[in-house]
């Protein structure tokens, strides 16, 4: 088994460090306020689901396109997998 997976057991602060860096280098790269709004937001969702606490996945954003909402997602959930599942 892979040393970053995990069945019921919760998160190891190393794992949540590592997925909230990588979350924090990739928010950082943003320019536009509502791209990162949104990022900050799923974030958040996230962190709070490999917590097991119960969370509202967002939606979206005003002013950004559901799109880059789309690729925000993809790119969080990859984090999410890489480090947290």
Do not use: W
Request: hydrophobic share 30%; aromatic share 8%.
């Amino acid at each position: 088994m892979s040393p970053h997976r995990r069945t019921l057991e919760a998160p190891t602060h190393e794992q949540l460090d590592a997925f909230s860096r990588e979350a924090q280098e990739y928010f950082e790269q943003m320019t536009d306020s509502s791209a990162k709004r949104f990022t900050l937001r799923y974030t958040e969702y996230l962190q709070a689901k490999a917590h097991g606490l119960n969370a509202s996945e967002p939606s979206g954003e005003s002013g950004l396109s559901m799109l880059d909402c789309r690729l925000i997602r993809s790119v969080l959930r990859n984090l999410y997998k890489k480090h947290l599942s």
